[in-house]
């Protein structure tokens, strides 16, 4: 595939504008980018009027929660905690977190999503996590799934995490796998250890809620005294951390995602997205729960530059290229750069919200742009699913009425 004539916007090594320029896509992945590259025997696009970007990585999402959209908008982080984890979660049947992991990935998509973590909190039995893995696969979204207990209790435990280690991730694929784990604010230090035992175990990537408190008022030091701070961990919200456990962070090459709209209105506490940057902290952007804020990422840079001081240009930057290093996968998606996968959002650029913007297409993008600019999206080169068969949502109707009660 030639993308022909185009607004490239780039996001390595920072934010460009490429007007005019070709994208050629081979095997899925970026083989070319320039002017005039030639058009024989490839199936050409015709970019005028299009800008093209790289598909947006969303750092933290808990996808089985598109069945209760909307619910919790109008409550804090407690009152979420009690309702949807503490009474709500546990009538979650295998087939009602495959709806709504279905329907949450193709809602990712449709926005300009290629990349979605999966943070999968919801295995209370190991049923419950293959459903989550069988949907991510079907829908076609690049995610990283990660395996989590329950918050409430519950769960298969270490046996089950191997299980679907071995029936579902011995290959290569589009979806990967990582580890939910409580962490050191929410469990004493014996249980921290053995879960990042089981992950180093399994080589995977650990994922954990974090703040101070409630068990560990200082987890992040309580993890470089266990020798168990490494590169390869992802923590999430961080909002009451104090800033030398941020430097901690920092100086360990950790990341963090930070979901600006959640925290916002739930209460997290104080905006993180300045104070990671001043801590050289790698950072991405996650939607966190649809129940309360939308799925997708305009409105996430958006939340950025309304909670802090930071230019749209980062803001992009935390959207797509620096949320992949944040999950550990920035060699591989994020840019334009040529090798990388071809993941790519193509948006619109005549349609009334974005017209007049190509004296600063990047500002356009993360100030105006929306869910409904986007013409076509590409995962590893190939058209993504982006629209919700009637089925499905009937079948996502059906698992939240039998949620709810």
Known sequence: MLIQNATLIDTAPAPRVLPGHDLLVEDGRIAAVGRGLPSAGRTVVDGTGRIVLPGFVDTHRHTWLTA????????????YLDLVLGRIAPRFRPDDVFHGTLAGAIEALASGVTTVQDYAHIAYTKAHADASV?????????????????????????????????????????VTM???????????????????????????????????????????????AAGLLTPDITFVHGNSLPDNELALISAAGAAVSICPAVEARMGHGAPMADRLTAHGVTTGLGVDVVSTVAGDMFSLMRATLQTS??????????????????????????????GKAADLVVLRATDPNLVGGEHDPIETVVTSAHPGNVESVFVAGKPARTTIPAELAEALHDSANHVRG
Do not use: K, N
Not at 68 to 79: F, K
Not at 190 to 216: I, M
């Open 68 to 79: 209760l959209r909307g619910s919790t908008a109008d409550m804090d982080l407690m009152g």
């Open 134 to 174: 069988r949907a991510l696969r079907e829908s076609g979204v690049r995610a990283v799934f990660a395996y989590g207990q329950p918050v409430f209790g519950g769960g298969g435990g270490p046996d089950d995490v191997r299980a679907i280690h071995t029936e579902h991730f011995t290959g290569d694929g589009l």
């Open 178 to 224: 990582a580890l939910a784990a409580s962490g050191p604010s929410y469990s004493p230090m014996d249980a921290v250890r053995a879960e990042w035992a089981l992950a180093e175990e399994l080589g995977l990537r650990v994922y954990a809620h974090v703040g101070s408190g409630p068990v560990a008022e200082h987890p992040i030091e309580a993890l470089r």
């Open 309 to 338: 001081g930071l230019a749209a240009a980062d803001a992009l930057r935390l959207a797509t290229v620096d949320g992949a290093a944040a999950l550990g996968m920035a060699h591989h998606v994020g840019s334009l750069t040529v």
